[in-house]
Every structure is written in structure tokens, then in C-alpha cells.
């Protein structure tokens, strides 16, 4: 059977660390990258047209004509799965909120928008070569088509074949050293022996956490009661910038916030301002401000915005009494820990 938009993809599970030995039978890993999934379509013969798919099945090709430019590259009949990315020639570095910008572009500003921000795709499978469906087959085998498919074609950018091991060692490398690397979130676990499940968390996911510090300038909930920690950093100037905020506090870490939390006094940068119950949503948070005097220990991924902000919720860990807001990181720093 011929594949045809909308293709449900194969997902993935979310874990703290990567499965220890004898969990899953013949694991392989690949580098996971922090951008939009997509699937690429090519036409069945000559004339077709060259189709690009969201995760949730919307088509886009309109807005990434670079992407649809460059697969004359690719064979007819081909349907890859992989992660579409966004280099800003400006920051020097990969950008998801060029990503962002592009994803949602309009046909007229799409081509201006892809000559300043270039899409990448990065493949890490194939389901369907020459117009034969290849799902049922094994990982093995479609990893195997995969590579000669770029070797065959020669493929260049913007294609790019996923990075894969099967070595353990070198995936926890990936895991430490190469999320280091801008777009370089995690790595993601495979068994050598699956078949493609569309719609199915099948996979294994982990994302880089690192540890690191916070100013605390609001909350929801009651002092006596906080519920999640909205957090702060200083920047260059010297105010008090959000960089996102954590998911609820489990039982005992609330009292042990509120003993230390005090109602904000008058002149709190954050006076008027409105907190996003999301990063990128328009919902806002029902919020308290309270006295930015706190550091809060965190956990965070390394999913963040250019400007400072953590894209996913943050993870509580503990209050630091022992660290000044003076010393916490600057706004912009990323992971980087004030303290060790």
C-alpha cells in the first residue's frame, strides 16, 4: 500500500535515564534533536507534487519551499520521517523560534523568511522507498535503507542522516557532551527489532537535565500554600527577567517554600505583568508576587529560547539559603549553575 498524508508517527516515552542493560533487546540510539517532527512525502512519478507533514497532520510544504526546492535531491516514491530544523545565520546557532516563525509563515513571507532562516532536515527513518511501504519491517533494516539512501543520492544539505549507535558508551557521550551542542536535546532509544508503529509510544526518550539556580519572584497558590514557583533572573542591566516557571510542588516541598516566602513589597519588577501558563500559550497563570529574595535549586532541560527562557516546565529541587540572588546565573546563561 502506497502511503498518503495524514501518517500518524511512531512516539516516544518519556525517561529520567537511559535503560540499563537487558531492558530492551538489541537497543540502538540516536542523538535527539529539538525541533519539529516531520514527515516528507515525495511524488510518485514526475509532475507530483512534494508533500511535508506535521506531527499532527497538517500539511506545510507551502511554508518551507526550500525544503520542497531540495528534494529534487530525493527519489519518487519516498516517504522519510525526521525533524525539521532552523539556522539563524545571525545568532550563528540553531533557532526553534526561527522555527517557530517559519512553521508559521504565510505562503507570501515563506520564501523571504527561508533565504534568512534556512530549514534543515535531519532523517531518522524510512517508510516508504520506491513506492513500497517498508513499516513492518525492522529498525534494522529500515536504518539500513536509510544510509544507502544518502549514500546513493549523495544526499547534502538541508538533508542530514540522524546520528546511530549501538554502543551504550557512546550514546551516554551523546547524552553529556553533545547536548552541549545548540539543538541537541537528548538521545532517543530504539530496538533494533521494532517495526514502525504509527500513532505508538513505542520509543524511549531522554532529555539532558542539568541543575542549576533561580530567583523566585512569584507564585500561585497562597504563601502559606504555593502550588508552582514562578522563576527570575537578572540581566545585564540588572532587572528581574522570567525564564519560566516549574511544575507543581509535590506536598513536602510546599511548606518547605512558604516558611521562607514573603508578600511582595511595593516596586516588585514584576508589577503588572502577566505569566504565560506555557511557553508560547496565551493562557496566563493566577499569580502572587512575592518578595525576589529566594534562590530556588532547579532542574531544567536544555530546551531554551536564545532570550533565556526554559520552553518546558522546570523542576523544583530545593530552596539554596546558602546562595545570594546575586549570584545566580545571569538572564541568558542557560544551565550554566551559580554554584557546584
Same mark, same amino acid.
Given at each position: 500500500m502506497v =502511503?498518503?498524508?495524514?501518517?500518524? +508517527?511512531?512516539l516516544a516515552? !518519556? &525517561? #529520567?535515564?537511559? %535503560?540499563?542493560?537487558?531492558a @530492551?533487546r538489541?537497543?540502538?540510539?540516536?542523538q535527539?534533536?529539538?525541533?519539529?517532527?516531520m514527515?516528507?512525502?515525495?511524488?510518485?512519478?514526475?509532475?507530483?507534487?512534494?508533500?511535508?507533514?506535521?506531527?499532527?497532520?497538517? =500539511?506545510?510544504?507551502?511554508?518551507? +519551499?526550500?525544503l520542497?526546492? !531540495? &528534494? #529534487?535531491q530525493? %527519489?519518487h516514491?519516498?516517504v @522519510?520521517?525526521?525533524?525539521t530544523?532552523?539556522?539563524?545565520?545571525?545568532?550563528?546557532?540553531l533557532?526553534?523560534e526561527?522555527?517557530?516563525?517559519?512553521?508559521s509563515?504565510?505562503?507570501?513571507?515563506?520564501?523571504?523568511?527561508?533565504?534568512r532562516?534556512?530549514?534543515?532536515?535531519?532523517?531518522?527513518d524510512?517508510?516508504?522507498?520506491?513506492g513500497?511501504?517498508l513499516?513492518?519491517?525492522?529498525?534494522r533494516?529500515?536504518?539500513r535503507r536509510?544510509e544507502?539512501?544518502f549514500a546513493?543520492?549523495?544526499?547534502?544539505?538541508?538533508?542530514?542522516l540522524?546520528?546511530?549507535?549501538?554502543?551504550?558508551?557512546?550514546?551516554?557521550?551523546?547524552?553529556?557532551?553533545?547536548?552541549?551542542?545548540?539543538?541537541?536535546?537528548?538521545?532517543l532509544?530504539?530496538g533494533?527489532?521494532?517495526?514502525y508503529?504509527?500513532?505508538f509510544?513505542?520509543w524511549t526518550?531522554i532529555?539532558?537535565?542539568?541543575?542549576t539556580?533561580?530567583?523566585?519572584?512569584?507564585?500561585?497558590?497562597?504563601?502559606?500554600?504555593?502550588?508552582l514557583l514562578?522563576?527570575?533572573?537578572?540581566?545585564?542591566a540588572?532587572r528581574?527577567r522570567?525564564?519560566g516557571r516549574?511544575?507543581?510542588?509535590r506536598p513536602?516541598q510546599a511548606?518547605?517554600?512558604?516558611e521562607?516566602?514573603?508578600p511582595?513589597?511595593?516596586?516588585?519588577?514584576?508589577?503588572?505583568?502577566?505569566?504565560?501558563?506555557?511557553?508560547?500559550?496565551?493562557d496566563v497563570?493566577d499569580?502572587t508576587?512575592?518578595?525576589?529574595n529566594l534562590?530556588?535549586?532547579?532542574?531544567?532541560?536544555?530546551s531554551?529560547?536564545h532570550?533565556g527562557?526554559?520552553?518546558h516546565p522546570l523542576?523544583?529541587k530545593r530552596?539554596?539559603?546558602?546562595?545570594a540572588v546575586?549570584?545566580v546565573?545571569?538572564?541568558g546563561?542557560?544551565?550554566?549553575?551559580?554554584?557546584?
Open positions: =502511503l498518503q498524508p495524514p501518517v500518524q +508517527p511512531m516515552q !518519556a &525517561a #529520567e535515564m537511559i %535503560p540499563p542493560p537487558g @530492551l538489541e537497543p540502538a540510539y540516536e535527539k534533536f529539538d525541533g519539529h517532527r514527515l516528507v512525502f515525495t511524488p510518485a512519478g514526475p509532475g507530483g507534487r512534494v508533500l511535508l507533514q506535521t506531527r499532527r497532520g497538517a =500539511l506545510v510544504q507551502d511554508r518551507f +519551499p526550500d520542497v526546492a !531540495a &528534494a #529534487e530525493l %527519489p516514491g519516498l @522519510l520521517d525526521g525533524e530544523l532552523v539556522w539563524d545565520s545571525e545568532a550563528g546557532a533557532s526553534f526561527g522555527l517557530q516563525r517559519r512553521a509563515a504565510s505562503s507570501r513571507t515563506a520564501a523571504a523568511l527561508a533565504a532562516l534556512p530549514a534543515y532536515f535531519v532523517a531518522f524510512i517508510l516508504q522507498a520506491d513500497t511501504e513499516l513492518t519491517l525492522p529498525y533494516e529500515r536504518r536509510l544507502v539512501l546513493a543520492c549523495e544526499l547534502t544539505a538541508p538533508w542530514t540522524c546520528p546511530m549507535t549501538t554502543d551504550v558508551a557512546k550514546a551516554r557521550e551523546w547524552l553529556e557532551s553533545w547536548t552541549d551542542v545548540s539543538g541537541v536535546e537528548g538521545i532509544v530504539k533494533m527489532n521494532q517495526r508503529l504509527p500513532n509510544r513505542g526518550k532529555r539532558r537535565r542539568d541543575t539556580e533561580a530567583v523566585i519572584g512569584a507564585i500561585t497558590g497562597t504563601l502559606s500554600r504555593p502550588q514562578v522563576l527570575g533572573r537578572h540581566d545585564a540588572g528581574l522570567t525564564i516549574t511544575v507543581p510542588l513536602e511548606p518547605q517554600v512558604s521562607h516566602l514573603a511582595a513589597e511595593p516596586g516588585h519588577p514584576w508589577e503588572g505583568a502577566l505569566f504565560a501558563a506555557a511557553w508560547g500559550s496565551r497563570l499569580a508576587l512575592v518578595r525576589p534562590v530556588a535549586e532547579i532542574s531544567a532541560d536544555r531554551i529560547d532570550g527562557v526554559y520552553r523542576r523544583f530552596l539554596r539559603l546558602d546562595v546575586e549570584d546565573p545571569t538572564f546563561r542557560g544551565s550554566n549553575a551559580a554554584t557546584d
